[in-house]
Structure formats: C-alpha cells, structure tokens
C-alpha cells in the first residue's frame, strides 16, 4: 500500500509514527538490552560455576586412578567440596555416590545410605540416574539386613536396569535361603541380558549351582 | 486482521520480543548456516541429526581399528564400507544418546581442560612447545576446524566423565560376595572312571564285509563333482615373440652403444712455457731447456710447475689439469698424452699457447661393454614390446570375434590360433589353465556352463588371456568302491564307536541303578577308577572335561552317570557323589580380592548398559 503514497507523504507518515511510539520504542530497546546482558552474566557466572565443579571431578577421577591412600584422602576431600560447594550439579551427585562406594569398601553402611539418599535427594527418582542410585541404595539396605526395604525398592523400581535389579533381588533372596525365589529373579536376569546380546557372566554360574542344590533338597526333604 | 497485528505492533511488550528475535539472530553461528541441516542426514536422535559425514568418519575410525587389530593379514571385505556402516551409525547414535544425557545434566567441559588436552598433544608441539601456528596447521591438514576440534575434545571430556560417574562408583557388598562365593566357589565330589581309547575301538571294529555291504546298498551315494571338458583358446606374449628386423635393431643398438661405453681417462698435469712479450727468442728457448733439464734432473714436478709454470690457474695445484678421455686438449697435448705411461713426462710439446710438459698422474681403463650381451637383451626387449602390441592387438580381435561366434573354432581359425581342449574340470579343480580358480568359475558360470556361450576374455597373471567354451559335460558319476572304501571304513568307524560309548553307558547306568557301585564295577572290568572330593570350578586337578561335566549334572539320589571326552580319546564316565555351597571364607585373600574386582566390574558393566539401553528405550531414533 506503500506504493500509493508519495514521498513526501511517506516521510509525514514516518514522522508521525516516529512520535506516537518513539518513546516505547526506545525504552523496548533498553529493556530487550538490559534483559539480554543481565542474562548473559548470569550465564556466564553458572558456566564458570558449571566449568569449576567439572575441573573439580576431573581431580577426583585423576585421585582415583591412583588409588592409593593418599589419593583416597584426596578423593574425599574434593568429594565433600563437590557436595558442599556445587551441590546442585550431576558432578556432587557422582561425588556422593563415590563416597558411597568408599564407604561401601570400608564397611561403613551408614555412611554409604547417607550418602546415596543425599544423592537421591538431589535426582529425579525416575531419571536413569536416579533408578540407579535406589539400586545402589537398595544393595545397601540389604547388606544392612533390612531386606524388606530393599525388595521394597527394588519391586517399586520404573524398568531401566531390569537385569541390574533382578540380579540384587536374586542376591538378596540368596542370603534369606529363598532358593527358589532367587532362581527365578537370576533366570529373570539372564534372559534380560542375552536379549541384549550380552553374556549372562556369573548369572550361569549361580543358575546352575542353585539348581543342582535344589534338586538334593528336594531329595532329602 | 492486519490492522490487528498493526496495532500489536504498538505494544512495547511485542517490540521487545521482536528485539530479542532480532538479537538471537545476530548471535546464530555462522557455522550453522553453512553446515547445518542440509536435509540429507542419514540419522535423527531426538531431533539431532546425524551427517553422512560423520558417518563417514566413524566408518573410517573402524576401519583403522580393524587394520590396527589385525594387522596386514586383514580380509578386504572386512574393511567394506558397506559392511563396517551399520555398526559405525550404532555407535554414533548411542554417543549421541551419551551426550545428549550429558548435555541433560548440564555436564560441561572447563576451557582449561581442553587447553590441557591440547597442550599434551605432541603434534601440535614445536622444539617441545605448543605452537599455535602448527595447531592450525595440523588441524587444517586433518580437515577440521579448531572450532570443531574443541567441541570433539569437550565431548570425550564429559563422556568420559559420564561414564566414570555411572560405571566407576560401583561397589560389590559382603552379602553379595557371599552369594556369589557360593556359587563359584562350590565344591563337588566326584568320582569317574575311564575307558581308553583303544579299549573304545577295540570293541568298535568294523569288517571288509560291512563296508562292503554299505556301498552296495545304495553306491549312488558316492559320486564324483561334475566335470566338463572345455575348448578354449588360452594367448600370451609369448606366442608372439617374432624375429626382429635386424636393420632397426642395429640402428637401436647404435644410438645407445656410446651410452654405455666407457672411454679412457687420463690424469694429467703440465708446466706451460708461455714466451713474453718483450722476451727474446733465446731467452724464451733458455728457459723452456732449463725447465727441460730440470725435469730431466728428476725434481719434483709439482714443485716445478708452482716455481715455473706460466699457467697461474694449474701452477698452484702443482699442474694438475684434470682428466682428458682425448678429446679435451689440443690435438699436439693429446698425442703426446697417448704416448706416455702413467709417471712419465713428455718433451716440450708446443701449441698455441706456448710449451707444455706433460706428466701422466693417472689412467683409468676405459669400460667397453659385452656388445653381444647388449645386443641380445636388446634384441629382446624389442621383440617384447613388438609382442606386447600384437597380442593386445590380437585380444582385442578375438573378443569382437568370439563374442559373436558360436564355437572356437571360428575366431580361432580366423585368427590363427590354435584352440585347446582341456582334461575334466571340476568347480574345484583342473589341470594347466584350469587349476586357476578364476578360470574354473568363468567355466561354470551361468553363461558359459548353463548357456552354452564363449566366455568373455579372462585375463591371467603373466599377460596371459583365455577364453573358454564347454565342449562336452560330464554329469556326476557314481565313483567305484576302491575309491571310496576308506571314508565309508572311517564313517562307520566313528558311529560303531559312538554306539559302543552310548551301550557302555546304558550298561553301566542299568547296573549302577541295580544297587552295584560304580567303584565295584570299575575294578571288576578293570577301569581306571579316580576320585576327587570337593573340587572347584577353578583349581582342581581334574581333566578341564571332567570339571566342564562335573559342574553342569544334576545331583540327588537319581541323578545318572554321564560321559565326556578327554582331549587323548579317552572316555570318562563321572558320577556326582556330593555338592556343598561354597563358603567365603574359605577363599584366600587373594582369592577374594580378585572376586569382588570382578563382581565390581562386572556390576558396573551391567548398570552402564542398561543405562544406555534405557536411554535408547526413551529415545526418539529414526534412521534413514
């Protein structure tokens, strides 16, 4: 419509919108610059925040692959600074659950469910990450002695490690002398992983050890 | 409508988010632009699109781990693209799915990481410093840009920070140990006995008679491959090795004659005389019979030359001129370089120059070369090539001929070639031309076996060509029972053995079951008998046989007698007296020790791939 107007006409039209919204204009302008450079630091702080806590694991798998007691020392310092410092990042998570780990190999149980329910916490509980941790946590509970709880969990669980959380059932099962029980979760496990095309690995093993057992049971009973 | 949007226009809250879409635009790498979404992605991952380029890459990366664990020994077709394509989009869609689960977790990359990746790469280092310069040198040569390379660092970064997150902060417990320990350290009692091998086929022996017996039953069942007796046409350079026309031969063989003649060269050195301007005759004689004297007296040349010789540029190097295959120096020096033996001097020999003495230094004998020898590996060469053009020349012929003609005979007799028949040829084997594979399969191939055609051309190694034609089939024929004696000798060998195991077993298995003890039996029929009491999986002294079959019967009151194979013949019949769960702690601390870094890593295996797995599960993959 454009093309109807002279120049002159043209120039009046951009002058007269120039006054009605000039003002608006430019205040929109300040406001979209403000908002964008605002963000931008904001940004800028939570990736340096973001870069430090990954430098700060980066320690840690460096500690670890030493592995000796020094460096283990080291492992739980940057741990504890990762949890404490950068605790709502994937990084303390797996910090946490390194603990676990440590604690797990020292024998403090304790210490092992805090850490994995810290991390819990901190995780969707229906994220793979977080289904993993409740498997973790559930082996925990049951080298604790608190079976139900742990069958509890591992009946509850949303499906993502279907192999990972039989085989604990069948360990658990194990230790009460559910015989029975525990074949059938460890039967459960293998067919999941040669679905996948992976070996069953020791589930063999304990498949047909088990089943040999039963069968004396069955005779002398 | 439009006077709607014109007047939203008006708002500052829309111009705000027309600013901000402006601005996003400005900040859109330019990168995208040029390489992104070129709609020919061969993969989607939850919206991210896989390049045929990177595919490529990652075929290429297979590849060189192939090579790498195979060495040069490896099959070609292994190294097919269309072979290595699947499993490299595999991988490529699942490190998608990683990092795509990474970026999810706001897991990053530090600059200072990358930089010290960077930093450690010893390409990118000059004199043992990092160099910019060479770093975008070795990435440009390497085809990548420094942005991209940056962004492959950060991704191996936070992959393998993924991983050492999920995989390496596992851990096995006590109870876990000990389920595991009772399985894989359980102990069974076991008892077998053996039977050896000759006692097997002792009782196995099979007669002339019945061997007999099973040819004539059916002999169909033995008989040969078909064969075919084939025409063919085989050619090669050597067929055409004609006289070569001797006038060009010699014409040849002159141009390079001097190429390898070898003349001889003389070392000389000389004192030049060179008579002054304002000298006088008499002077100038005095001097050179001075000189001449002097010469005569014996004194050293060299030293001569430096005191008297008016040459300035050879007086220095004691009058050495270098060397002369005679034809250097002027006519009047070389005959008097002719005359002379190797330390003698001349007289005073004159040229325009003035008047030289000449010393011999040194001769080398000139190299004539054996012209018969040149001749014939000439004469050879020549009638090679000459032959090499025929015979291309030739095939050519032959192709347009024999593609057309219904036999050999006709472009053979065109062409003057003599047309072959062959002995019988099987798929697999044949006699001269025919024991090379290629031929055989031309030979049986639909075109010439079932369609009665002349082949194509085959070419051999040698500049050799063959065309081949079947002349006659030959249907399998039952093959004559000398020839087949020893197989079916062999065959009923092996299953009278079988039956012998399998009624040995049945025997035992019934006497057993009748309340007999297998120990009994054993030395009644005077089997070894051998026990072991708590054996392991792993450790034990029986035969790996015995443990594979020990570990996998079934134990109770009817649990039967079961037979394996040693490596030596041997047959052992086990018997399972007892099994007892293994406990934990009755395994050394090693042995413990390496169980749980087993359970452990095997633990964290499981939990990385059904981590992956159910990322796969949730994910959205097309593939194309």
Do not use: C
């Not at chain 1, 063999?204 to 050890?209: F, N, P």
Request: aromatic share 6%; charged share 25%; proline share 2%.
């Amino acid at each position: 419509m454009a093309d109807h107007l002279e120049d002159d006409e043209q120039v009046e039209a951009l002058k007269r919108w120039w006054d009605e919204n000039g003002k608006s204009t430019m205040a929109a302008v300040v406001l979209a610059v403000a908002g964008t450079v605002g963000w931008q630091q904001y940004q800028g702080w939570s990736s340096q925040q973001a870069e430090l806590a990954s430098d700060t694991w980066g320690a840690i798998e460096v500690a670890l692959q030493s592995g000796d007691d020094r460096s283990t020392e080291d492992v739980r310092a940057l741990a504890g600074a990762l949890k404490d410092d950068f605790s709502r990042t994937v990084y303390a998570r797996f910090a946490a659950l390194q603990l676990a780990a440590l604690a797990v190999e020292e024998g403090n149980l304790d210490a092992a469910e805090s850490e994995l329910r810290w991390a819990l916490a901190k995780e969707d509980a229906n994220s793979e990450l977080g289904q993993l941790i409740q498997l973790r946590l559930a082996r925990v509970l049951a080298d604790k002695g608190d079976t139900a709880t742990a069958l509890e969990i591992l009946n509850s669980g949303m499906g993502a490690y279907p192999a990972a959380y039989a085989t604990a059932k069948g360990d658990i099962y194990v230790s009460e002398g559910r015989h029975a029980e525990a074949l059938g979760a460890y039967r459960d496990a293998r067919a999941v992983l040669l679905a996948l095309g992976n070996p069953p690995g020791i589930l063999d093993t304990k498949i047909t050890s088990i089943e040999s057992r039963l069968a004396s049971s069955e005779e002398s009973s | 409508m439009m006077q709607s949007i014109r007047a939203g226009t008006q708002n500052t809250g829309f111009k705000i988010l027309i600013f901000l879409i402006i601005l996003s635009f400005a900040g859109f790498g330019l990168e995208q632009v040029i390489f992104g979404s070129s709609g020919t992605s061969v993969a989607e991952v939850n919206g991210t699109e896989i390049t045929p380029q990177e595919l490529q890459v990652a075929i290429e990366g297979q590849k060189r781990q192939l090579m790498q664990i195979f060495g040069d020994n490896i099959d070609p077709e292994m190294l097919d693209d269309d072979r290595i394509r699947p499993r490299a989009l595999e991988e490529l869609i699942e490190r998608t799915l990683l990092l795509q689960a990474a970026t999810e977790n706001a897991m990053v990359a530090s600059s200072r990481a990358i930089g010290e990746i960077v930093g450690s790469i010893d390409v990118f280092k000059v004199d043992g410093a990092f160099d910019a310069d060479q770093y975008k040198v070795v990435l440009a040569n390497a085809g990548y840009t420094p942005e991209r390379f940056r962004r492959e660092q950060t991704q191996q970064i936070i992959l393998s920070q993924l991983q050492q997150g999920v995989l390496a902060s596992d851990f096995v417990t006590t109870a876990e140990l000990v389920a595991a320990a009772e399985a894989t350290a359980e102990e069974r009692d076991v008892r077998y006995l053996i039977v050896t091998d000759e006692a097997l086929r002792s009782s196995a022996e099979v007669s002339a008679d019945s061997v007999r017996q099973v040819y004539d039953r059916d002999p169909s069942l033995w008989t040969s491959d078909a064969t075919v007796i084939a025409d063919y046409i085989l050619i090669s350079r050597d067929d055409f090795l004609a006289p070569v026309d001797q006038v060009a031969l010699q014409e040849q063989f002159d141009s390079i004659q001097d190429e390898y003649t070898v003349a001889e060269q003389t070392l000389i050195a000389h004192i030049l005389l060179i008579q002054g301007d304002d000298e006088s005759v008499e002077a100038y004689t005095r001097r050179v019979d001075d000189a001449a004297s002097r010469i005569a007296a014996d004194e050293d040349f060299a030293d001569l030359a430096a005191e008297l010789s008016d040459d300035v540029g050879s007086a220095a190097l004691g009058g050495e001129l270098g060397f002369t295959d005679g034809t250097v120096f002027p006519e009047a020096m070389e005959s008097a370089v002719n005359s002379l033996a190797v330390g003698e001097v001349s007289a005073g020999v004159k040229t325009d120059a003035g008047t030289h003495f000449i010393r011999i230094l040194e001769r080398v004998a000139g190299e004539t070369p054996d012209y018969e020898q040149l001749k014939n590996e000439l004469e050879k060469s020549m009638q090679e090539a000459e032959a090499d053009q025929t015979l291309l020349v030739t095939v050519d012929e032959l192709r347009e001929l024999s593609f057309n003609a219904a036999d050999l005979q006709q472009p053979g007799g065109a062409l003057s070639l003599s047309v072959s028949q062959s002995s019988p040829v099987s798929l697999t084997s044949g006699d001269g031309v025919f024991s090379e594979r290629a031929v055989r399969e031309v030979l049986f191939s639909d075109e010439v076996y079932l369609e009665g055609n002349n082949s194509a051309i085959v070419e051999l190694s040698g500049n050799r060509f063959v065309v081949v034609r079947v002349a006659e089939k030959r249907a399998a024929e039952i093959l004559p029972f000398s020839e087949v004696a020893k197989t079916i000798r062999a065959d009923l060998e092996q299953s009278a053995e079988l039956a012998a195991k399998l009624a040995l077993l049945e025997s035992l298995r019934s006497r057993r079951n009748e309340g007999e003890r297998l120990e009994e039996i054993a030395t009644a029929e005077g089997y070894e008998w051998r026990v072991e009491l708590g054996a392991r999986r792993v450790g034990s002294l029986l035969p790996a046989e015995v443990v594979t079959l020990a570990f996998s019967m079934q134990y109770g009151m009817d649990a039967e007698l079961e037979s394996t194979q040693l490596v030596n013949g041997d047959l052992a019949i086990v018997e399972l007296a007892g099994v007892e769960p293994g406990q934990l702690e009755n395994l050394s601390l090693g042995e413990k020790g390496a169980m749980s870094a087993q359970l452990i890593q095997l633990q964290g295996q499981l939990s990385m791939l059904e981590y992956r797995t159910a990322l796969r599960d949730n994910a959205e993959i097309i593939t194309r």
